[in-house]
């Protein structure tokens, strides 16, 4: 009765947090899926037995594992990195390696790994579902100190709509989803690190919560569902869409 069965799966920034999560909520309804990240001892003890190292920023390295794993039905763009400042504290560097990884990165993945969705959704009369995290701060809300950050998660959302519109009839679907803050390995560190500069890690934690009006923070689980859903053909009728999963941030 898996919602997923049958259907095979590839996961980007699989070690940690929301894209764990969603390898352990694809695997148990019935999805094969490959496991991947930049650091793959983050992948020890992962949901899934297939696992491998892939770095989003490398072309070659994402066109090599496209050819090994050949057609697949779901990609889950997860990899994304969280600059800290205004445009005053962002360097060129800072800048590119947003967009490296949080933007480019979907387009090596889904460039190398679309031509064997088509295929394999023609063959099987399914769609396939590419699934980008973007986040709320984006094109739906300016937030603080998330300068390069927020415009990169903001080029995910067009992104997104432009392989939506170009494959609709085509089998493919393409969403994004767009959280609040998550519980997290790196939103760990970005609560230490706000710490030190506005005196103390409760301040800073009570900030981060106050984002959300639910007054809370999500779990990686609460994103994962939405993921199972939109990989799932219950949602044979969404794509394009950007989905907040925020307790209220951009209500
Ligand atoms: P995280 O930041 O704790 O972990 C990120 C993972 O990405 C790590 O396992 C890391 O090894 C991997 N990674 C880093 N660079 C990589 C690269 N070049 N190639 C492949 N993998 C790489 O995870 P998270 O906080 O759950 O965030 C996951 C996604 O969700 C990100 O795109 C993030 O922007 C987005 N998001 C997170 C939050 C949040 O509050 N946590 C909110 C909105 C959106």
């Known amino acids: ?3 997923l069965n049958g259907k095979v799966a590839v996961v980007t920034a699989a070690g940690q947090g929301i894209g764990r999560a969603i390898v352990e909520a694809f695997v148990k309804e019935g999805a094969t899926v490959y496991a991947t990240d930049v650091d793959i001892s983050k992948l020890a003890g992962s949901a899934t037995p297939h696992i491998s190292a892939l770095d989003v920023t490398s072309t070659t390295a994402v066109d090599a594992l ?4 050949g057609q697949i039905d779901i ?3 997860v990899a994304g990195y969280v600059h800290h400042g205004s445009v005053l504290e962002c360097s060129d560097s800072d800048w590119d390696l947003s967009f490296d990884i949080n933007v480019k990165g979907m387009h090596r993945t889904i460039k190398a790994f679309l031509p064997g969705m088509l295929a394999r959704s023609q063959q099987n009369g399914t769609s396939g579902s590419i699934i980008n995290l973007s986040s709320g701060a984006s094109s ?3 937030i603080a100190n998330r ?3 927020g ?7 067009g992104l997104t ?3 939506a519109i170009d494959f609709v009839r085509r089998g493919i679907r393409c969403n994004a989803i767009c959280p609040g803050t998550v519980r997290s ?7 230490e690190e706000l710490g030190r500069e506005v005196g103390g890690k409760d301040k800073a934690m009570e900030m981060f919560i106050a984002r959300q009006p639910m007054g809370r923070v999500g779990e990686a689980w609460e994103i994962a569902a939405l993921a199972v859903y939109l990989a799932s053909d219950e949602s044979a009728f969404t794509t394009g869409t950007a989905i907040p999963v925020d307790g209220g941030l951009s209500a």
Do not use: F, Q
């Open 66 to 69: 496209a050819a090994e794993l």
């Open 185 to 191: 390995p790196s939103w760990e560190e970005r609560v």
């Open 151 to 157: 415009a990169s998660k903001a080029a995910v959302i």
């Open 1 to 3: 009765t898996g919602r």
């Open 161 to 163: 709509k432009a392989v």
């Open 140 to 142: 739906i809300k300016g």
């Open 147 to 149: 300068y390069a950050y």
């Open 75 to 77: 990609l889950a763009n």
